[in-house]
């Protein structure tokens, strides 16, 4: 799994040499339980998603993330989520004007590879889905906070199977 982040490890470094230029600009990571449901079977796995965005205004982000899980077996089907790429427009709101503190709300696309089937005849599969999501951002200083946040970002038919790909994660994120 570490091979597929190499490439995001290095984006992440090259942007931060650019922060003193880069206002508006923000990078993060996060873990969390990504949660892939279909009729009879619910899997678990670790993820661990890259986050890029730009503060366009103190309410609107644009933000592209990639991701990737571990996979897991119940009931001798498989599942893992290979990769993904999201897009979102994120909408974000500061109760009271607080700079400790935002919450908000995430609305976008996600292109998902996934790898399902009964245990030795998986296959794997694309699709594309809307995607959206809530969370909190604690701020610890001005440019960095720890979030919280849910994201569904699959609900769809998959190989005519339904399915929905949730994710509970926490995060850090740098505001340069």
Do not use: C
Request: overall charge negative; proline content about 2%; cysteine-free.
């Amino acid at each position: 799994m570490s091979k597929k982040f190499l490439p995001l490890a290095a984006a992440a470094l090259f942007l931060s040499s650019l922060s003193a230029q880069a206002e508006g600009l923000y990078l993060g990571v996060s873990v969390g339980d990504s949660n892939f449901q279909q009729p009879g079977n619910t899997f678990h796995g670790l993820n661990l998603t890259g986050h890029l965005g730009y503060r366009i205004a103190s309410f609107l982000d644009i933000e592209a993330r990639l991701a990737s899980s571990t996979g897991d077996t119940t009931n001798n089907y498989e599942y893992q989520l290979l990769y993904m790429g999201s897009a979102f427009a994120k909408l974000n709101w500061q109760p009271m004007a607080s700079k400790h503190f935002e919450l908000y709300g995430m609305i976008g696309g996600s292109y998902l590879q996934l790898r399902t089937g009964p245990t030795g005849a998986t296959t794997d599969d694309g699709d594309v889905s809307l995607s959206y999501g809530f969370g909190i951002a604690l701020f610890g200083s001005e440019t960095d906070s720890l979030n919280l946040e849910w994201v569904r970002y699959g609900d769809d038919t998959l190989n005519d199977v339904d399915y929905t790909l949730d994710n509970l994660n926490i995060g850090y994120v740098h505001h340069f």
